[in-house]
């Protein structure tokens, strides 16, 4: 029997859903009916609109000491095949040469690379800030606090006030992967367990920071593991507050230890958007990240509980090293006509969801006016035509 009924009860009652909700939720047969919930509880806090932005992505390392058997990005040390690691001027000159000037964030994730200094990583926010000072810097992850924190001696804390100093504005939300000890212990023993992710987006949020949390999906977990994760964020966000979005993450299982497991579905793709906007009661947006899940998951999971999707994205290369097929970016143009399609209002944000532009809602799907223009085209050229047969 359905567990929905008693779900959408409690909800409508204001109750908060508990591990065992979260389960049935991850259990439901009926996609459809789990996704109308989800979207109720999406539509209940922002209604038609769906957030985008102009962003790039840059990796300034792909050097990494820790060995995730779900990566495809990391190489282990300098100057193994494929090893990167970019000078100063060329991340600089990345920034400077972006060719869009509504360009509002940078989003920066990195390996570990054990040879580099902290203040390198200290000048190259300072250099981005006098190159474009408009821009957010969104760079390192939990992950990346703790290991510089480690490696460095110094507290959560410590790390963030210098790296604040030199122009950080906020963090993104990648290492989370999964936060139960039995999987991530696994999967990615040899960096920052759970507890230590979640310190250091504490440590950002008691600075007044925001952050973003996600979850990566659809390798060894079970439900559980996922229920046990969005309870942990929960409780995070209960504590600390500041996360602002989460992210659920597509396995994609090229080019790493795990490519003999099959990648998740698009059911399960949607089924995950939408358990993860009734569990995180606490966290405004969720975001379907179009890179991992792919653009027609990603447009169809704004009716499944998804309220946000990304942004433009230029120059992403974690997921593709790791088999993803999707551009290397999209234009506004493009995120505009897939928030139409999909029914739904385009609001352009800022990193922190200050609303930049909030443009019309489509007269009609775009594939309609499609048609219309082409119906339009065949009259017009019918009329030219038999005017010169006349």
């Keep these: 029997m359905s567990a929905l009924p008693r779900i959408g009860a409690k909800l409508a009652a204001g109750e908060r859903l508990d591990g065992d909700d979260g389960l049935a939720l991850f259990m439901e047969p009926d996609l459809l009916a789990l996704g109308q919930l989800a979207n109720a509880e999406r539509e209940r806090r922002h ?17 990494c000491e820790a060995s995730c058997s779900f990566c495809a990005f990391a190489k282990l040390e300098e100057g193994a095949p494929g090893a990167h690691t970019a000078t100063h001027e060329e991340a600089w000159k990345a920034l400077a040469e972006h060719p869009d ?47 510089f924190a480690e490696k460095f001696g110094m507290s959560h804390t410590e790390v963030l006030t210098r790296l604040r100093a ?32 979640l310190a250091a987006h504490g440590a950002a949020h008691r600075l007044g920071m925001k952050t973003n949390c996600t ?40 080019n790493n230890s795990l490519q003999k497991l099959p990648e998740p579905t698009a059911v399960d793709d949607l089924r995950t958007i ?47 090293s790791a088999g993803s097929t999707v551009p ?20 352009e944000r800022d990193t922190e969801y200050g609303i930049v532009e909030e443009l019309p809602r489509a007269a009609r ?15 017009s050229l019918n009329v030219l035509s038999t005017g010169a047969a006349s």
């Design 215 to 254: 979850m990566l999906y659809g390798h060894i977990e079970t439900f559980e593991h996922r229920v046990d994760h969005l309870l942990r964020l929960r409780a995070q966000q209960e504590e600390t507050g500041g996360f602002q979005c989460f992210i659920p993450l597509a396995f994609h299982n090229e």
């Design 328 to 347: 290397m970016g999209l234009t506004r143009d493009a995120l505009v006509r897939l928030i139409r399609e999909a029914g739904r209002i385009p609001v």
């Design 101 to 147: 000037p509504k360009l509002t964030e940078l989003h920066m994730v990195n390996g570990l690379h054990p040879g580099l200094p902290f203040e390198w990583y200290e000048q190259l926010l300072s250099g981005w800030k006098r190159v474009r000072p408009e821009v957010h810097l969104k760079c390192f992850t939990g992950v990346e606090i703790h290991y």
């Design 166 to 197: 030199a122009g950080l504005d906020s963090m993104p939300g990648g290492g989370a992967e999964i936060l139960h000890p039995d999987v991530r212990g696994r999967i990615s023993n040899d960096k920052a367990d759970g507890e230590q992710y």
């Design 274 to 320: 939408a358990v993860s906007r009734l569990m995180l009661d606490n966290i405004d947006h969720i975001k379907a990240y179009w890179v991992s899940m792919g653009i027609d998951t990603a447009q169809m999971a704004l009716r499944f509980g998804a309220d946000d999707l990304d942004g433009t994205i230029v120059g992403e290369s974690i997921y593709h």
């Design 47 to 63: 209604g038609d609109r769906t957030f985008f932005n102009v962003n790039m992505r840059y990796e300034a390392t792909n050097v």
């Design 365 to 379: 799907p775009e594939a309609a006016m499609k048609v219309r223009e082409r119906n339009a085209e065949k009259k």
